[in-house]
C-alpha cells in the first residue's frame, strides 16, 4: 500500500513537469482573437483554477448547448424536418388512404413552395406520423440510414458535415477541463441521439431534447421492446429549455449557447444561477460562407432561428455575449480550404 | 510532448507495478461468500477486462438501482409517503378548507389505523397536494430540513441511515471499475435527488424517477424560477422503468437491481440487451435485522415492495440472481454492532 501511494506520488510530480515542460496551445484555434474567444477562455479558467473565487467544482460543471443553429446549419429548414418529410412516402406505403389527405397529399406532390407553405399544425401532423408508430430501435436504424445518405441541397454533402468546427473546438475544451457537455434541443431528443455521440462527443444520456413517451411491449417472438408513443412529454424550446434541463439534469448550467428566441429562457436561467455563469449567442451574419438572419439582415425571422432585435437588446442588457460567425470564426466547415 | 508521453509511460509502467504489489482488498466486505457475491464479482471483472468476450466498452457501462427496498428499508411503509403525510398540516394550514375535505382530514386526524387504510387514489390525491405548487428550490429546502429531522419509529434513527452496507459497496464497486450508477425509482425524482448524492454518491442527472411537470417563471422580483406543477409525465414502475430509462439515459443497462414485481419490467429490459447482463433482485427475508416479506413470508404483499412467489420462478427461469439478505449479508447497516 505505501509503495503504491509513493509511486503514485512520484507519478504527480513528473506528470506535472511534463505538462509544464510543454508550450499551451491554443485550445481554440478556429476562433479569431476577440471579446468572444476570450470570453470563453477566462471562464474556462476562473472556474477550474482552485482558490479562485470563480472556481465551480466539477460535479456542478455543466454547459449546455442548443443545436440548430448553434452546432451545426439550421436554415433554410431544420434538418429533422427534412428527415420527417422525406419518411411521408414509407408512412402513406403501408396506408393508401393518407395520401390523399392533407398535409399529407402536399408533401407527396413534391411542390416545393407548397411545402414551405405548410401550417406549424400541419408539421406537427407530420412529425407525430414519421416520428412515431415505430420501435425506437427502429427509429435509429431509420433515422441512421438516412443521415448517410441524405444530402444539404446547397453543399452537396451530408447534413453530418454542417457542423460549426469552432464549437466542436469549445465543446472539446470544455469537456477537457471538467464540463460535462449537454445538448439542449427543440428537436427531437431521439433524434438527435442517433448522431450526438459521433458528431459532438454528446453520448445519448447527455441529450434533451423535446421528448415523447414511449411503450413498453414485446414483440412476436416476446422480446421486449420500446414503441415510439405520438404522445408529447415535454416541448423543450422557450421555456420548456430550462423546464427540461430541470428534468434531465436537476442543475443549473454554468455555461449555456444558444442562438434564437427559442434559447432565452435557458440562457436566462443560466446566468441566474451563483458564482459564475456564462452565455452566449451565435449570430448568423456571414451570408457568404453560410447564411445572414435575424438582426443580420434587420428582419425578424420568426420560421427558423428567430435572432430578433429584441433578442440582441436584452443581451447587451444582460451580458449574454453575441458570437459573430463572420468576424469571431475563422473557419466554420471542416471542410473548408 | 514527446517528453510528456515518454513521462506518461513510465507512471503507466510504474502505477501498474504498483497495484500488482498491493494485496487486492475485497471490494464487497459486507457480502458473505456465496452465488450472489460471485455473480457481481464475475460481471464486473468480465465486462472490463479488455480481450473478455464480455467486456463491455467504458460508455456503455450503465447499471441501475431500485431505491425503496433495494438500497434502503421500505416496510411498513415508504418513505416519500410519511414525507408527504407529514407535510399535510403545512399544506393544510393555508387552506383551511381542506382540513374538512378527505382524504386530508383522515391525514390530520392522526389515526394510524384509517391512515393506513387509505386508498392508492387518496395517497394520489396526498401526494399531489404536498409535492407541488411550491418552487424546486422551496421543495427541496422542506424536503432536505425533513430528512434531517424525521427519524423511523423502529430503529430511531434518521431514514437516511436506514441505507444497506452491502448495496453502498456495490454502488462503489461499480463506479470504481467505469459504471455510471443510476437509481431508478417509483418514488419521485426531486425527492430523492434532494439526498441521492449525499447517500449514494448519485448526482441529480443520474436519478430517473416518476415525473411530473414544472413550470418556468418569475418570482416578484423578476428571478426566474421553476414551480412544480401537478402534472404526471411518467410514472416510473414496472412498464415505467424501462420507458424512464430510454427517456433520461437512452441506453439499455448491463446491470440492473431491483426488489419487488416493480422492477420486473427493467431487469427483463437489461436482460434483453445483447452481451453480458446482470440482473439481480434483494429478497427480504431477514425479520430479526430488517424485516421478512414477500415469499420469504409465504405471502404475497400487494401494498410495498411486492416480490411475489411469480416474480421468484421468473427469476429462476430467466436467470435474475436473488439476493439473500439473511444469508448474503454480513451486516446491514452501518450503525450495527
Given at each position: 500500500m505505501n509503495r503504491h501511494i509513493v509511486t503514485l506520488a512520484i507519478c504527480t510530480v513528473l506528470l506535472g513537469a511534463g505538462v509544464r515542460a510543454g508550450a499551451q496551445p491554443d485550445?481554440?484555434?478556429s476562433w479569431n482573437d476577440g471579446a468572444a474567444k476570450q470570453a470563453i477562455i477566462e471562464f474556462v479558467k476562473g472556474t477550474t483554477t482552485?482558490?479562485?473565487?470563480k472556481f465551480v467544482p466539477p460535479a456542478e460543471r455543466i454547459a449546455t448547448f442548443d443545436r440548430?443553429?448553434?452546432?451545426w446549419v439550421e436554415h433554410p429548414i431544420y434538418t429533422q424536418v427534412v428527415y420527417c418529410l422525406d419518411r411521408v412516402p414509407a408512412v402513406v406505403k403501408p396506408k393508401p388512404?393518407?395520401?390523399?389527405?392533407e398535409p399529407f397529399k402536399t408533401v407527396l406532390s413534391g411542390n416545393r413552395e407548397a411545402i414551405a407553405k405548410l401550417s406549424m399544425n400541419d408539421l406537427v401532423k407530420i412529425l407525430a406520423a414519421t416520428l412515431s408508430g415505430m420501435t425506437v430501435d427502429e427509429f435509429t436504424a431509420e433515422a441512421k440510414a438516412w443521415l448517410e445518405s441524405a444530402k444539404d441541397?446547397?453543399?452537396?454533402?451530408?447534413?453530418?458535415?454542417?457542423?460549426?468546427v469552432p464549437m466542436l473546438e469549445v465543446l472539446k475544451y470544455l469537456r477537457a477541463n471538467g464540463y460535462r457537455t449537454y445538448i439542449v434541443t427543440g428537436g427531437g431528443q431521439d433524434f438527435v441521439r442517433v448522431y450526438a455521440d459521433r458528431?459532438?462527443?454528446?453520448?445519448?444520456?447527455q441529450v434533451v431534447g423535446t421528448m415523447g413517451g414511449t411503450k413498453y411491449g414485446y414483440d412476436k417472438d416476446g422480446h421486449p421492446i420500446l414503441t415510439k408513443e405520438?404522445?408529447?412529454?415535454?416541448?423543450?424550446?422557450?421555456?420548456?429549455k430550462p423546464e427540461g434541463i430541470h428534468l434531465m439534469i436537476g442543475r443549473q448550467p454554468h455555461a449555456a449557447f444558444g442562438n434564437s428566441t427559442g434559447d432565452r429562457q435557458m440562457l436566462e436561467y443560466t446566468k441566474a444561477g451563483d458564482g459564475e455563469r456564462l452565455a452566449m449567442l451565435v449570430l448568423h451574419d456571414d451570408a457568404k460562407r453560410e447564411y445572414a438572419y435575424g438582426p443580420a439582415r434587420g428582419l425578424p425571422d420568426t420560421?427558423?432561428?428567430?435572432?430578433t432585435p429584441a433578442l440582441a437588446d436584452e443581451a447587451k442588457s444582460k451580458g449574454w455575449i453575441v458570437i459573430s460567425m463572420k468576424d469571431d470564426w475563422k473557419r466554420i466547415f471542416a471542410f473548408e480550404e
Open positions: 485550445p481554440l484555434p482552485e482558490g479562485s473565487q440548430d443553429g448553434t452546432l388512404a393518407l395520401a390523399k389527405v441541397p446547397r453543399w452537396k454533402r451530408p447534413y453530418t458535415e454542417l457542423t460549426y458528431m459532438y462527443g454528446i453520448p445519448p444520456e405520438p404522445k408529447p412529454l415535454l416541448n423543450d424550446d422557450n421555456a420548456g420560421r427558423v432561428g428567430a435572432f
